[in-house]
């Protein structure tokens, strides 16, 4: 169990609950995250239960990448989709804006045929696995995995104006 203050249950309401119980629980977490020197544990604890579906978000073409707010409207995630509300509910907070916020495309250092990708996130020297939802150092992360492409979130979302 974590050493958080703010406990979440079994099926967050971020992800569970009605549209003005999911949009009033990720402000909650946001600003909690704010609150807190390392957000990671306690986003992973939450990020944990989001249900995970299809969808057309296409990581290589932004125009079908949903901002936060759609994203919970909509409440249906690929591993993509994940990666961009875990990216946001970090950026969209006073201590962590100004922060590097980086999705990769990765593979595993794996000798088969059957190369299977999957997205990370890299935020403050921590390797976010939205697959498994654990994180990992940079070199644990250079020894398991190889690059694919690289997004700057950052950049691209324009937050540092």
């Keep these: 169990m974590s050493n958080y203050t703010y406990n979440q249950s079994h099926k967050p309401k971020i992800f569970y609950g009605s549209y003005e119980e999911r949009l009033s629980h990720w402000h909650e977490i946001r600003k909690h995250v704010n609150q807190i020197s390392d957000p990671v544990d306690y986003l992973l604890e939450i990020f944990q239960y989001c249900p995970r579906t299809k969808t057309t978000t296409d990581p290589y073409k932004k125009h079908t990448w949903l901002n936060g707010w759609q994203l919970i409207e909509r409440n249906e995630y690929d591993l993509f989709d994940i990666c961009l509300l875990l990216s946001y509910t970090i ?38 696995d939205t697959y498994s939802m654990v994180k990992l150092n940079k070199t644990e992360f250079d020894n398991q995995y190889v690059l694919h492409y690289t997004i700057n979130l950052t950049e691209t979302i324009n937050t540092h104006n």
Aim: avoid cysteine.
């Design 91 to 128: 950026i969209l907070t006073d201590n962590f804006k100004k922060k590097s916020m980086m999705i990769h495309s990765v593979y595993k250092k794996e000798l088969n045929n059957n190369q299977k990708f999957n997205f990370f996130i890299e935020f403050e020297n921590t390797h976010i």
